[in-house]
């Protein structure tokens, strides 16, 4: 079992920046990929990005690329994103989530084995 928490969400103004992250407990994520996810209000969950174990290869949603950064320490079973020039779009529940998953699959929520409580994030304009 991981256990996954994040933290770092809060309110911004458009234009600005938030570092979200992520803190595994339990059994090690250092084999897992780590993804973040989104669900805005009356919408479906989506793909935000994900990394897999080794930090090597990251996957962006094309409406955070360039804007997004994901990145992972498996020595301290963390995981973050950074989140620059935010938009009112990306306001929305963030969610860590870690599974064992083929490259073809990180886009996938159902690929995933186990989420975080999420942290809201909120971007006025």
């Known amino acids: 079992q991981v256990q996954l928490v994040e933290s770092g969400g809060g309110w911004v103004q458009a234009g600005g920046s938030l570092r979200l992250s992520c803190a595994a407990s339990g059994r090690s994520a250092g084999g897992y990929v780590l993804g973040w996810f989104r669900r805005a209000p009356g919408k479906e969950r989506e793909f935000v990005a994900a990394?897999?174990?080794?930090?090597?290869?990251?996957l962006y949603a094309d409406s955070v690329k360039g804007r997004f950064t994901i990145s992972r320490d498996n020595a301290k079973n963390a995981c973050s994103l950074q989140m620059n020039s935010l938009k009112p779009e990306d306001t929305a529940v963030y969610y860590c989530?870690?599974?064992?998953?083929?490259?073809?699959?990180?886009?996938?929520?159902?690929?995933?084995?186990?989420w975080g409580q999420g942290t809201q994030v909120s971007v006025s304009s």
């Open positions: 990394i897999n174990w080794s930090g090597g290869m990251t």
């Open positions: 989530a870690a599974g064992l998953i083929p490259p073809a699959g990180l886009r996938s929520g159902a690929e995933y084995d186990y």
